[in-house]
Every structure is written in C-alpha cells, then in structure tokens.
T-cell receptor, first 111, second 113 residues
Framework: GIQVEQSPPDLILQEGANSTLRCNFS?????LQWFHQNPWGQLINLFYIPSGTKQNGRLSATTVATERYSLLYISSSQTTDSGVYFCAARRTQGGSEKLVFGKGTKLTVNP | DSGVTQTPKHLITATGQRVTLRCSPRSGDLSVYWYQQSLDQGLQFLIH???????AKGNILERFSAQQFPDLHSELNLSSLELGDSALYFCASSVGSLRETQYFGPGTRLLVL
C-alpha cells in the first residue's frame, strides 16, 4: 500500500518565521490533501492538491506528483498556526480506494 | 463552527458493547466521511458516503458499519467493542465528492473500558 512520510516530526518557530513541511509518498496518487489539527483537536482541510501549486493567504502548497512529494509553506507564522499538520494521499485502484495519512508534523509557534 | 455536528461528544462504554455515532453534515453537503484517530494508528479514513450510497471504503473493520440516510445524516455503528477501539471519531462533509474541501465536525471521543 501507499506509504506516507512527513518531515520534520516536530518544528518550533518564533512568531513571524517561515516554514516548510514536507510529505513524501511512495506511489502515484490521485489526490493529496493537507489538514491542520489545532491544539483543541479541530481538523481543518487546508488543500486538495494532487499536483501544482495553490495558495490560501499565508499558506501555500505544492505537489510534484512525478517526484512523489508535496510541500506546505507557512509564511509569517502566527501562534494560531500551532497544531499538527497532516498530509494524506489517496489512490484509486481497481474500484477500491485508499486514503493514507502521514503521522503529522507538530508545529509550535511561540510568541 | 464548521456546520457539521456530531453526537455524542463523549461516550464511555464497556468491551463487547455496541454504540452508534451520529453525524449531521452541513446544509447542502451530499458527502459524508468518517475518520478514526487513535494514539496507536493515527488518523485513518474509514468510509465515504455520497447521497446515500457508499463510495469508498478505507480501513473500516467488519465490526463497524455505517449508513447515510435520506436526510443525509450518517451513523457509524461500532459493535463488539474492544479496548483498541478507543479513539476520536470524526465525521466530515463536502458538497460533492473527493475533490472538494471537507468540513470536519468536532468529533466523538469514545472510551472503551
């Protein structure tokens, strides 16, 4: 099955700093998504990005499907960006579908 | 507030029991997804329903079942519960299917004793 690896596992930043989170996946995928889980447990779907680049405010994501990785950029980080960032790869094969999550990157933004 | 509601918020039960988790999607959303988050397994996709029909099945155990009703709410049934089923169960909804933003509910925290 698909393997999804995220790095780094933990990241501590000062407010205002920029960061890049990486997601590697082991096989071709139909869909790559990024999620944020805040410290209170709420999950938010950030991006659906099977390929190319998307931007939403201070966040942007790029997926290079041919090289099997995706990057999440956070610019001018704020304390509210703290939490765990998950990527998930989806693959459809023979009528079945697999969505596999990475273990996440825990981001702490200090004031 | 995402607009997705889940009940109950917390559930404590014993091994061998059966529970039902309920999810009401955002108004107008046709898709409902269920996820499980545990310390051991991390986040896992369980199942996806679109307008009452099952669309994709992930790592859902045979002891678990789900359905989406005509009013589009969904229920996840967990039976013959084991200690390892203790987890946070999330429901999410989207307007259409897989390529659209999913909106998550607050989750139901299940503790099996």
């Amino acid at each position: 099955g698909i393997q999804v690896e995220q790095s780094p596992p933990d990241l501590i930043l000062q407010e205002g700093a920029n960061s890049t989170l990486r997601c590697n996946f082991s096989d071709s995928v139909n869909n790559l998504q990024w999620f944020h889980q805040n410290p209170w447990g709420q999950l938010i779907n950030l991006f659906y990005i099977p390929s190319g680049t998307k931007q939403n405010g201070r966040l942007s994501a790029t997926t290079v499907a041919t090289e099997r990785y995706s990057l999440l950029y956070i610019s001018s980080s704020q304390t509210t960006d703290s939490g765990v960032y998950f990527c998930a790869a989806r693959r459809t094969q023979g009528g079945s579908e697999k969505l596999v999550f990475g273990k996440g990157t825990k981001l702490t933004v200090n004031p | 507030d995402s607009g997705v509601t889940q009940t109950p918020k917390h559930l404590i039960t014993a091994t061998g029991q059966r529970v039902t988790l309920r999810c009401s999607p955002r108004s107008g959303d046709l898709s409902v997804y269920w996820y499980q988050q545990s310390l051991d397994q991390g986040l896992q996709f369980l199942i996806h329903y679109y307008n009452g029909e099952e669309r994709a099945k992930g790592n859902i155990l045979e002891r678990f079942s789900a359905q989406q009703f005509p009013d589009l709410h969904s229920e996840l049934n967990l039976s013959s519960l084991e200690l390892g089923d203790s987890a946070l169960y999330f429901c999410a909804s989207s307007v259409g299917s897989l390529r659209e933003t999913q909106y998550f509910g607050p989750g139901t925290r299940l503790l099996v004793l």
